[in-house]
Every structure is written in C-alpha cells, then in structure tokens.
C-alpha cells in the first residue's frame, strides 16, 4: 500500500507494509523532522525582480513553507511594485519578519496569498503573526490582541503602530473614561480635567534661554523661563505659543549689571509702556506674561527681588 500525505503540513503516513527495513528512517525524516520545521524553522526567502514568489510544497519531504517563520528579504518597487508571496492554499499560521527595503515609494507592497485566494500585504520592518484559513491570508488585529478597536482604544497618533507607553507617562488616557480614573500615585483624570490631589504638587520647571544679542525663546519647551543677560539685549518674538499659555521669564543681570533689555513689537505691555529692568549687578527681574495669541503677548515685569 503506498504512502499518503498529511493534507496540512504534508507528513509522510505511510501504508501497511511500505518501506521494510527503513520504515524508521522514513518515519524520522518524513514526520519527525519535518514537524520539528512546522513549529520552529526560521527560513529566509529572497524575493527578487519577479512579481510573484511561490514556495513550493513537497509531500513527505524538506520545503520552506512548511517553516513556522519566514524572513523576506530583498528590495520591491523595481521592476514590480507589488511582489506576491504565493504559499501553498493549507491552513496554517506563519510568523513574518518582513526585513524587505522599498525602492520607490510607500506604494511598494509585498503582499502574502495563496495562488487564488485574499491576501495580506506585510507593512516593511514588521514581525507579526499571519493565518492562512486555506483560502486566504488574514493578520493579527487589534480585537485578537485584546486592544479593542482602534475608536475605543485611543492610545495614540499612530495610523498603524502602538506607541511605547509607560506608567509615568501621561499622554495616553482613553477618549471613553467619564468617571474618575487614578492615572499615578495622587494623580486622576475626571472626564475632562487633570486633578492633582493632596500630598502632591504640579509644576513646570525653569529653562534657561541662550544669552545673545537677540534672545530666542521657543515657547513648546515649557512656560518657565530664565535668562542672565550679559549685555544690551532685545528679546525676540516667541515661536510656538499657543492662546492661554502663561509663565514667567527670570531677566538676570550679570555682575556688570546696567545691561538693557529691548522688546519685539509682540511683547504688549500695561499702558503700552514698555518697562526698563533694574539696573544693579546680579538684580533679578520677573517677566510675567499670558499669550493672547500666537503672535501677541501680554506681559508685566515685576522687578529687583532682593532683600
């Protein structure tokens, strides 16, 4: 009676009778080794000029899409912008590490299929986890990794990826909390609000601008701000301010001192006065300012804090 083959992984059964004095070796190369490929070997295929790579299956014997993972390497968007990855119609999962580089645009697709069936195009520098049902090829979605769906999940910017995130890390808080959750420590979020409770304390911390003859300040760094003058300055438009953002700007004088600070036109001040810095060696001035706008500044200097 002749063998027959496993109709997934095309393992060698053979017949009653077949293969007397090496049914052993038989059964070790055309099972044993062979599942051994099926649950751990890592294969590389090489995609080249064609449109389409098919990994030929082999009943009883060595072949790469038996491999439980593949690594596809090459470049795409050459001659075709779309290379197909054919892998026998079975059922069977495969993890992908798509290591393949792209040559044009990001319309180059490598794409994994059966010959007639749905495919599923492998994003460039992705590891994951593809299944072939024997007709098509579908990917791990968010639902399979217990995420949920992208609107309930809102954990990041990202069209594709899920950013790294941290227990420190405040940015990521879900759209569809509307009641009070703890984020850290004595830190909550209440549908809407940022609430810092007893026994903690919310603060921005001072960055300290360049000394130069126009003094630049980028608004995106924080709201507190300190500069030691070392000379006759003017004090440039900020960049990055948004409406309702407010801090201070500690103005330093050197040990010189007598050093003057000029003002672009969007600083505005009380009763359109602009203000002159105390004048003596190391005094201490507070700009203390509130964006109207981008481009407009209210302001009030508070000046020589000393004792």
């Keep these: 009676m002749a063998s027959t083959y496993t109709s997934r992984i095309r393992l060698n059964k053979q017949g009653d009778g077949d293969n007397p004095n090496s049914w052993g ?11 051994d490929d099926a649950i751990a070997a890592y294969t590389t295929v090489e995609i080249g ?17 038996r491999s439980a993972f593949l690594e596809v390497k090459g470049s795409v968007g050459g001659t075709n912008n779309t290379i197909s990855l ?3 119609a079975n059922s069977k999962s495969y993890v992908i ?29 992705a590891v994951g986890l593809v299944v072939c049902d024997g007709t098509s090829v579908y990917s791990m979605n968010t639902k399979g990794l217990g995420l949920g769906t992208a609107a309930s999940a ?9 950013p790294e995130v941290s227990a420190a890390d405040l940015r990521y808080v879900r759209t569809s909390v509307t009641t009070d959750a703890t984020i850290r420590g ?18 921005n911390p001072i960055t300290t601008l360049t000394d130069a003859a126009s003094i630049t300040n980028n608004f995106a760094l924080g709201n507190n701000f300190l500069v030691t003058l070392g000379g006759n300055r003017t004090l440039a438009a900020p960049t990055n301010a948004v409406a309702g953002q407010s801090g201070t700007i500690h103005i330093i ?22 203000p002159t810095l105390s004048t003596g060696a190391g ?20 000046k020589n804090f000393d004792r």
């Design 86 to 88: 054919i892998i026998p």
């Design 154 to 162: 809102d954990i990041g910017v990202c069209a594709n990826n899920v």
């Design 25 to 35: 070796t038989v059964l070790n190369d055309g099972v044993i080794s062979l599942v």
């Design 253 to 274: 004088q050197d040990g010189t001192g007598s050093r003057t600070l000029g003002y672009n036109t969007a600083w505005q001040f009380v009763s359109a006065t602009v």
């Design 97 to 125: 590490n798509n290591v393949v580089s792209a040559n044009t645009t990001a319309s180059d697709i490598v794409k994994i299929k059966t010959a007639s069936g749905d495919g599923y195009n492998i994003p460039f520098g």
């Design 186 to 203: 004595n830190i909550t979020y209440q549908a809407g609000s940022l609430k810092i409770s007893t026994s903690a304390r919310a603060y």
């Design 283 to 302: 005094d201490v001035d507070i700009l203390c300012y509130i964006a109207r706008s981008s481009t407009t500044i209210d302001a009030a200097l508070l």
């Design 49 to 65: 000029a064609n449109a389409t790579v098919t990994l030929s299956a082999v009943n009883g014997g060595s072949d790469v899409p």
